[in-house]
C-alpha cells in the first residue's frame, strides 16, 4: 500500500511539472537554452554584428545578415542556415538546408552534412560535403577543392568543370583531431604523457584509498549500529542490487524528466536545477553510506585469513578501504581497464544503494552486532 501511494504521490508530481512548463511555456517568450556570447541553444538565431571569437548554435532556423562578422570558427546545427556575412575561419553545418547567399564569405574550410546546399559568395578553403544535391551558383567562387561523400553537385558557374576527390581521401585523423580541439575546452591545460598520466592515476587512488579509510573508521566510531545493520543487509546482495538498481533508473528517469522541462520552459532551471543538485548530492551520500559496510566486511575477511585474534572494527575499515578502492583502480592502469574500473564502480555502487535504502540508513532492523564499540 505504501509504495503503490509512493508511485501515485511521484506521478502526480512529475504530471504537474509537465503540466505546470506547458501552461507558462505558452505565455513566455522563446528564450535561449543556453544564452552566452559563443553558444547558444534556441528556436531562431539571428547575427548581424561581430563575433570576436568562433561561435556555436543549435537552433530551428540559423540567420547571418550581410553585416554579421564572426572572426573565428562557426558550427551550426539547425534546420535552415542562411548567411550573407563574413566566418573568417571554418564553417561547419549539420541541417536540413544550407544556402550562402551572394555576398557571404568564408575564410576556411566548409564542412556540411544536410540534404541539401546551394553556395553563393565565395570560400577560399576546401568543401566537404555529404548530403543530396550541392549546387555552386553561377557567381560561386571556390579557391580549394571539393570533396564529395554523397550526392551529385550541380555546377552552374559557366564554362567550369567541377571536379571532386572522393570523400574517402581525406584525412580522417586530422579532421577528428581539429573537431577535438575545437570543441573540447582546453583552458590552458597541458598534456601529460603516459608516465605523467600514470602518476597521476595512482596518486589519485592512493588518496582516495586513504580517505575512504578515514571516513570508514570515523563512521564505526559515531555510527556502530546502523553500520551493523547494513552489513546483515549486504549478506544478500542480489536483492540489495535489484533495489539500487531500480533507484538508479528512477534517477535517470527524473534527470531525463528535468531536461525535458528546462528545455520546453528554461525558466523552470531556477527550481530544478538546485532540487536536481540536492538529489545528487544525496545519492553520492547514499553511496557512500553503503560503501562503509562493504569495506567492513571485506577487511574483516582478510584480517581473518592472516590471523584468528579479534581485530578492532577500525583496523577492519582501514584495511577493506585501501583494499576495496586498490582491487577497483588498479585494472584503470592496463589498456582498456578502464571499462572494467567503471562496471567495477557501477556495481558497488548500486549494491550500496539497495544496502542504504533498504535499510533507511542502518535504522531498520537494527541489531546487536560486534561494530558496537566497547
Known amino acids: 500500500m505504501r509504495s503503490r501511494r509512493a508511485v501515485l504521490i511521484l506521478s502526480l508530481f512529475i504530471a504537474g511539472l509537465f503540466a505546470l512548463a506547458l501552461f507558462v511555456g505558452s505565455r513566455l517568450p522563446q528564450q535561449p537554452l543556453i544564452d552566452g556570447d559563443n553558444m547558444g541553444i534556441t528556436q531562431f538565431y539571428r547575427l548581424d554584428s561581430t563575433v570576436d571569437d568562433s561561435l556555436f548554435i543549435v537552433a530551428d532556423k540559423v540567420e547571418l545578415l550581410p553585416n554579421s562578422h564572426i572572426t573565428g570558427d562557426a558550427a551550426f546545427v539547425s534546420s535552415d542556415v542562411e548567411m550573407s556575412g563574413r566566418i573568417d575561419g571554418d564553417l561547419t553545418v549539420t541541417g536540413e538546408t544550407v544556402v550562402l547567399r551572394p555576398g557571404a564569405y568564408v575564410g576556411g574550410d566548409v564542412l556540411l552534412v544536410a540534404n541539401g546546399a546551394r553556395l553563393d559568395g565565395e570560400v577560399s578553403g576546401d568543401i566537404t560535403f555529404s548530403g543530396n544535391q550541392l549546387v555552386l551558383a553561377a557567381d560561386f567562387v571556390l579557391n580549394g577543392d571539393i570533396a564529395l561523400c ?14 571532386s576527390q572522393p ?16 570543441v573540447m575546452l582546453q583552458s ?10 600514470f602518476t597521476f592515476v595512482l596518486a589519485g587512488t592512493i588518496l582516495a584509498a586513504f580517505g575512504l579509510a578515514a571516513l570508514a573508521t570515523l563512521s564505526v566510531a559515531l555510527f556502530p549500529r546502523q553500520l551493523g545493520a547494513m552489513s546483515t543487509a549486504l549478506q544478500r546482495p542480489h536483492s540489495q542490487f535489484l533495489t539500487g538498481l531500480l533507484t538508479v533508473l528512477l534517477l535517470v528517469g527524473l534527470g531525463a524528466a528535468v531536461v525535458f522541462l528546462v528545455a520546453l520552459v528554461p525558466a523552470l532551471s531556477i527550481v530544478l ?9 544525496a545519492f553520492v551520500a547514499l553511496v557512500l553510506a553503503g560503501t562503509i559496510p562493504m569495506t567492513l566486511g571485506i577487511g574483516g575477511w582478510l584480517l581473518r585469513r592472516v590471523s584468528s585474534a579479534q581485530w578492532p572494527p577500525l583496523v577492519a575499515a582501514t584495511i577493506g578501504s585501501l583494499t576495496l578502492v586498490l582491487v577497483v583502480c588498479l585494472p584503470a592502469f592496463v589498456p582498456y581497464g578502464a571499462l572494467v574500473t567503471l562496471a567495477a564502480i557501477g556495481l558497488i555502487g548500486t549494491v550500496a544503494v539497495g544496502a542504504a535504502l533498504s535499510t533507511r540508513l542502518g535504522t531498520r532492523g537494527q541489531r546487536a552486532t560486534y561494530f558496537v564499540q566497547g
Do not use: H, K, Y
Not at 536545477?273 to 548530492?281: D, E, K, N, R, T
Open 188 to 197: 590552458g591545460a597541458v598534456a601529460m604523457d603516459a608516465q605523467g598520466r
Open 273 to 281: 536545477a538546485p532540487l536536481s543538485f540536492i538529489i545528487g548530492v
Open 167 to 182: 570523400c574517402t581521401n581525406l584525412d580522417v585523423a586530422t579532421l577528428l583531431e581539429s573537431f577535438r580541439a575545437n
Open 150 to 163: 554523397s550526392g551529385d553537385i550541380l555546377d552552374q558557374r559557366p564554362g567550369a568543370v567541377t571536379e
